[in-house]
């Protein structure tokens, strides 16, 4: 690992390329403002193809340089690390990326937007537990963090990708009357993509649940349904 990529020098990289009138926009779209899911985050105002473009000036980074920089209160910083995590972890050896999936797990309080769990649970978690029993996946959505809930389905794109749709239904089924709309999203957009690849094993799992489906989940699953079946699952006509 390369010693000089220190956490301040990447803050520096980082805040040097942040835009105020960026962050204004980015502090209303991940809803930061008091009683939202985002309270309290703040953005230094950096598009994410920007942030992709520094991975590789930093790789090779300390894995407890990437850590603290993961803790960091600027947004953009965290998005950052947990790309650092994803690109190492690739490039890992075993026991790289035992560390890096331990560090994840461990540090994850930080791992605390959907753009942050969307850009790498499914790139480490996944990966890490498809040769190992996934019992964690179903601690992490017995979670009361909202986060911990969406690391979990995130996760099983993975495993999606694969063919392989047996944890993304079980963790759908479980997740299918929590209360947040952005766990709706989450699984709706998961069984949509099983839908991509496999219609029949999404419909055989919406036909069991789009009755008590929150609409929003619905809404996701069904988005690239035909028009006729599309409509035919929204006014509970199947």
């Not at 850009?119 to 480490?124: E, F, G, Q």
């Amino acid at each position: 690992m390369v010693q000089s990529h220190t956490a301040t020098a990447m803050h520096e990289e980082l805040k040097s390329l942040g835009n105020t009138k960026i962050a204004q926009h980015s502090s209303r779209f991940f809803k930061a403002g008091p009683g939202e899911y985002g309270e309290g985050d703040q953005f230094l105002g950096i598009r994410v193809p920007v942030l992709r473009s520094r991975v590789k000036k930093f790789r090779g980074a300390p894995l407890r340089s990437i850590l603290s920089l993961l803790k960091s209160r600027w947004h953009e910083e965290r998005l950052f690390a947990v790309l650092l995590l994803v690109h190492e972890y690739k490039r890992g050896s075993a026991d790289d990326k035992d560390e890096i999936y331990a560090a994840y797990l461990n540090n994850r309080r930080y791992v605390n937007n959907w753009d942050i769990v969307d850009s790498s649970a499914h790139l480490i978690i996944g990966p890490h537990l498809e040769a190992r029993s996934r019992k964690p996946l179903y601690g992490l959505v017995e979670s009361d963090c909202l986060w911990d809930r969406r690391i979990a389905m995130m996760s099983t794109y993975h495993y999606i990708r694969q063919m392989d749709f047996k944890d993304a239904l079980r963790i759908a089924r479980l997740l299918r009357d929590d209360e947040h709309d952005l766990i709706h999203k989450i699984v709706g957009w998961m069984l949509r993509e099983i839908g991509n690849r496999d219609r029949a094993s999404e419909e055989d799992f919406l036909r069991k649940h789009y009755t008590k489906m929150p609409r929003t989940m619905l809404r996701y699953a069904i988005e690239k349904f035909p028009e006729t079946r599309r409509k035919a699952y929204l006014h509970g006509n199947v």
